[in-house]
């Protein structure tokens, strides 16, 4: 409760603050540019949703424009909920793409505005501000060629842009662009890690209203909040955001001074852990260990002799995920699962071997799962890609898997330039779990299917901007 006060003074010092003012002296002005518009609209169309619609948008907008931070804010608290969407026609996206999409064009237009002034030179802004351009180039290339494969263009070409390129601009690129200091930062992490709690919240209610008997009736999964779920798919969704939530509390408790807030900080890694041990998501289970390792490995290093560790901890982790699989492998789901996963594996072998270069074309591995008699046979309708690695290789050969693992590999190296040579400090140990929040959330996506989307890029981004700003800390006591 005193954290939520201490952020709720914070928005309301925001928000008193000279710029907010300033701003309201204009919007008047906007308000009836907006207004006129829409009008023109509901005559043009004869319908009055897309006049509301464009003024409620264009409001945004405008606010998004002044206040970027703001923008942010908003995207992060409505990350984790895929099922909470705009829909308007034949479009529909979640609420966190639609609010990216608005802050983006607001940045874009502030930033070309600054290029058009010379205030920033088009060298800077792509040495500065764009990071992995390079990799990012190679993937967007990848992809153009993989359509070589793809009939319907519009379709691909939406695809294209949606979700593939979507993620780096929108996720990794805005977080970039926004977050200027610490404070701007911690605000960030603190409402993201908001989220997560109130991810694990409606995983614990998954567990208290759950009807069934034995061991899965004290599975945490998503559970509709009056008869709404905005959590969409079962108990991985609960677990990814909760390998988030852990690491990020392990940040917030290293910045916390006072030893009481600490305590609540641990209490709260307990909370999260028990919850994502609950939903029994094997993925979730993989990432939460390799996060401790990532942790152990900083927190002790130069103490302990690398190969003894490494030996140690994957003794003890094979022990563990043994026999917590084990227990799953019991329920039928699981055998089931396991099953799908494996076909759909060495499905994305054969088409890889098809095309192995360039692949099969985009958002083609449905349709080629969906024409593999055996999978419609066993288990009916076709699922995605259930890891990365499958779906790109499949779709866009080997020159996409270097891309995208390129830009990941790009941004663990960021990483490690950081840690190298840094002193043991609280800058040193946020990056430390930032990093084991990065590396679980890809382990995470070796088995999932949110490698394109928010869940998995806007914490990796959030978390690339923390490094920035602990750099620039650097300089600055320097």
């Known amino acids: 409760m005193v954290n939520f006060m201490i952020l709720l003074k914070k928005i309301r010092i925001f928000f008193d603050s000279s710029t907010w003012r300033a701003f309201a002296k204009k919007m008047p002005w906007f308000l009836l540019a907006l207004a006129a518009i829409s009008l023109f609209l509901i005559v043009l169309t004869n319908e009055i949703i897309p006049g509301l619609l464009f003024f409620i948008l264009g409001f945004v907008f405008i606010v998004f424009y002044h206040f970027n931070l703001f923008g942010l804010l908003v995207m992060v608290l409505f990350y984790p909920f895929q099922n909470w969407q705009f829909v308007y026609h034949d479009y529909n996206f979640p609420y966190v793409d639609l609010f990216g999409i608005l802050l983006f064009l607001a940045l874009a237009l502030k930033v070309g505005s600054r290029l058009l002034k010379k205030e920033i030179s088009a060298v800077e802004l792509f040495k500065n501000e764009l990071p992995i351009f390079g990799f990012f180039v190679f993937w967007a290339a990848a992809g153009l060629l993989a359509m070589n494969y793809n009939v319907d263009f519009g379709q691909t070409m939406k695809y294209y842009v949606r979700p593939m390129l979507f993620f780096y601009p929108i996720f990794l690129i805005l977080p970039h662009f926004v977050i200027k200091n610490s404070k701007q930062w911690r605000m960030v992490v603190g409402l993201i890690f908001v989220v ?49 939530g852990i690491p990020l509390a392990l940040c917030l408790f290293v910045f916390a001074e006072k030893v009481k807030k600490r305590g609540w900080f641990i209490l709260a890694i307990i909370f999260l852990t028990l919850i994502m041990l609950l939903t029994f998501s094997r993925s979730g289970f993989l990432a939460l260990l390799v996060e401790m390792a990532v942790v152990l490995l900083f927190r002790f290093r130069g103490q302990i002799n690398f190969k003894k560790f490494l030996t140690v901890f994957a003794v003890i982790a094979m022990i563990v995920v043994f026999g917590y699989f084990y227990i799953l492998q019991n329920f039928s789901f699981v055998q089931n699962s396991n099953a799908n996963r494996l076909l759909l594996s060495q499905i994305s072998w054969h088409y890889f071997l098809v095309h192995p270069v360039i692949g099969n074309g985009l958002n083609s591995f449905q349709n080629l799962v969906g024409s593999t008699f055996i999978y419609f046979v066993e288990f009916g309708e076709p699922l995605d890609s259930h890891g990365f690695v499958q779906k790109v290789l499949t779709e866009t050969g080997l020159l996409g898997l270097f891309g995208y693992v390129g830009i990941l590999a790009g941004i663990f190296w960021r990483y490690v330039e950081f840690l190298k040579n840094k002193k043991e400090s609280a800058d040193y140990y946020a990056a430390v779990a930032l990093l084991a929040m990065t590396i679980g959330l890809v382990v995470f996506e070796l088995f999932s299917t949110s490698y394109y989307i928010a869940i998995m890029w806007l914490p990796i981004g959030i978390g690339l901007s923390g490094l920035r700003v602990f750099a620039k800390n650097e300089k600055i006591e320097k």
């Open 196 to 244: 997560c709690l109130i991810t694990a919240a409606i995983g614990l209610s998954g567990v208290v209203f759950n009807q069934q008997s034995g061991l899965a009736g004290y599975q945490a999964k998503p559970y509709p909040l009056f008869g709404f779920m905005p959590l969409s798919g079962n108990q991985n969704a609960i677990a990814e955001i909760l390998a988030v």
